[in-house]
């Protein structure tokens, strides 16, 4: 039976270096592929846009999730990979996508996950995947 050891989740290179290089901890995206992630499992990050691949890896300490991503920019800070313009901008963006209740017509609220991450480390050459892996992300099984 294949047991679900981790995640990895789709980060463009122009961010990637942030988590090697910059001593960035926490990777902060809306929830999807999160139910059977706990700490002590793996991120392998996903390098996407150009020289697409695994290109490291992390151990999950922590899981915080928020309605608001701000609070989780408060909570965090400089610790985050993304600025808090750029997650501005992301959060415009997913605006777009929000879903609507048919019943009701009010919007759902988006739940937002931050990964706090130790043990980052980087692979020596970028390693394929052996499948595509999607927007939301994939668990990682071994």
Not at 36 to 60: C, N, R, W
Not at 77 to 88: P, S, W
Not at 112 to 130: C, F, G, H, N, S
């Amino acid at each position: 039976m294949n047991t679900i050891t981790g995640a990895t989740f789709p980060i463009p290179k122009e961010y990637m270096s942030r988590f090697f290089t910059k001593g960035k901890t926490v990777f902060i995206k809306p929830a999807t592929c999160y139910k059977e992630i706990k700490p002590g499992m793996k991120l392998v990050f996903y390098q996407s846009h150009e020289d697409t691949g695994y290109v490291g890896e992390a151990i999950i300490e922590s899981i915080d999730f928020s309605e608001d991503p701000l609070t989780l920019y408060q909570k965090f800070g400089d610790a985050l990979f993304l600025t808090r313009e750029e997650l501005n901008t992301y959060m415009t963006g997913q605006e777009r996508w929000a879903g609507v209740r048919v019943t009701s017509e009010t919007k759902k609220k988006r739940i937002w996950m931050a990964l706090t991450l130790k043990q980052i480390t980087q692979y020596p050459l970028v390693r394929k995947p052996e499948r595509f892996v999607p927007v939301g992300g994939q668990y990682i099984r071994e």
